[in-house]
């Protein structure tokens, strides 16, 4: 690793909730390689996606890697993933130094301008067991993501995701907390986001 302070954590202090924030878990020089070669090596695809009764094309484009070949459903969507690659291999061993997890499923998203987004939601899934770890890295654009309380909405984060940052979500986060990262007007450019998660 070299960042001057990858191990630099900033944990928030929220009621049912673990996050923790590493700004500088990747460095600078590191980020634009990784970013170059996700963008152009990984197999992007847009699925559709129907919200109240509506079908349209998903506002990013999406991959999914993982291991043996156990498929991640969310929104309707069902994903097959591809297999792991060397470079989601390093990226996964990295934050795993952190994180002691095995992550076994990578989701990528590829966001190519400020009108993407990803709306209001929780990663709760029943694929990813009770009280999972979501482990998301960011390289590109940076992005403001909202956290909000389900039962008390006055309990509300924003983080600006940074390039080459870590955010960590675990305990009981995805139980009483959804997040969403919303659409911007400002010129902004291309951001990826890697989300890391164990399928049970």
């Known amino acids: 690793m070299n960042s001057l302070f990858p191990s630099e954590k900033i944990s928030f202090d929220l009621p049912n909730a673990i996050i923790e924030y590493y700004p500088n878990f990747f460095d600078i020089v590191q980020s634009k ?5 996700l963008h152009a090596e990984i197999p992007w695809q847009q699925d559709n996606i129907t919200v109240f009764g509506k079908t349209h094309p998903q506002p990013r484009l999406t991959a999914l890697f993982g291991n043996e070949g156990k498929p991640y459903s969310y929104s309707n969507i069902v994903m097959q993933p591809h297999d792991w690659n060397s470079l989601l291999m390093f990226i996964k061993n990295e934050i795993e130094e952190v994180c002691p997890e095995n992550f076994t499923t990578v989701l990528l998203n590829l966001y190519r301008n400020g009108k993407d987004s990803n709306g209001w939601h929780a990663d709760n899934e029943k694929e990813l067991g009770r009280n999972p770890a979501i482990a998301s890295v960011t390289f590109g654009a940076e992005r403001v993501f909202h956290l909000q ?9 924003k983080i ?3 390039n080459g940052s870590l955010l960590i979500m675990k305990g009981e986060t995805q139980h009483f907390w959804k997040h969403q990262i919303p659409k911007t007007s400002k010129d902004i450019g291309e951001r990826i986001n890697l989300t890391f998660r164990c399928i049970k």
């Open 33 to 37: 390689m990784l970013f170059e070669k």
């Open 149 to 157: 309380h389900n039962s008390f909405p006055e309990s509300k984060l």
């Open 160 to 162: 600006t995701l940074q």
